[in-house]
């Protein structure tokens, strides 16, 4: 399923490492992160990742 994380003003939604047929729940869990990521309280930026990703400050 697709998660999705904050890290400051980096949205990073992770699609999961698994072959992400589009099945509708998850389908729907990304249009739940789609909808959080429109919604921001300030300027922001999107990454999307198909395997884990860590987003460290200053690198």
């Known amino acids: 399923m697709p998660m999705l994380d904050r890290q400051d003003n980096v949205f990073v939604l992770n699609l999961g490492d698994g072959e992400n047929c ?9 249009n739940a992160a789609a909808d959080e990521v429109e919604n921001p309280d300030a300027p922001h930026a999107l990454v999307t990742a198909a395997t884990e990703l860590t987003v460290r400050p200053g690198t």
């Open 22 to 30: 589009l099945h509708p729940d998850w389908i729907a869990s990304a």
